[in-house]
């Protein structure tokens, strides 16, 4: 059974940073596209981010495009999130997910992801 947990959620003042950790157990992590997404109360589930198995190409959703950045190791089965100039509309729950061969759709849909963690939150002061 694929298990994912993030961590490292917290809060933190405007113009801040976070780093999120999700690793995850019990399947091929070096075979999985891995993605987050946030979700906001009152909001839809919102694309934040996306790589690929091998790490050679990323994707990020508009609103966070040139402040955070996506990385993976697949030796530990980690990914992260490294989230740089926070403001306080990225306040939400922050949850990982992976996507396991055959890749399906677009990166940005939810839809796609097999599995996903339980979320952790990342609250931003103003």
């Known amino acids: 059974q694929v298990q994912l947990v993030e961590s490292g959620g917290g809060l933190v003042q405007a113009g801040g940073s976070l780093r999120l950790s999700c690793a995850v157990s019990?399947?091929?992590?070096?075979?999985?596209?891995m993605g987050w997404f946030r979700q906001a109360p009152g909001k839809e589930r919102e694309f934040v981010a996306d790589?690929?198995?091998?790490?050679?190409?990323?994707y990020y959703g508009d609103s966070v495009k040139g402040r955070f950045t996506i990385s993976r190791d697949n030796a530990k089965s980690t990914v992260y999130l490294q989230m740089n100039s926070l403001k306080p509309e990225d306040t939400a729950v922050y949850y990982c997910?992976?996507?396991?061969?055959?890749?399906?759709?677009?990166?940005?849909?939810?839809?796609?992801?097999?599995?996903w963690g339980q979320g952790t939150q990342v609250t931003v002061s103003s």
């Open positions: 997910a992976a996507d396991a061969p055959p890749y399906r759709g677009p990166y940005y849909a939810a839809t796609r992801y097999d599995y």
């Open positions: 019990g399947g091929t992590f070096s075979s999985y596209s």
């Open positions: 790589i690929v198995w091998s790490s050679t190409t990323t």
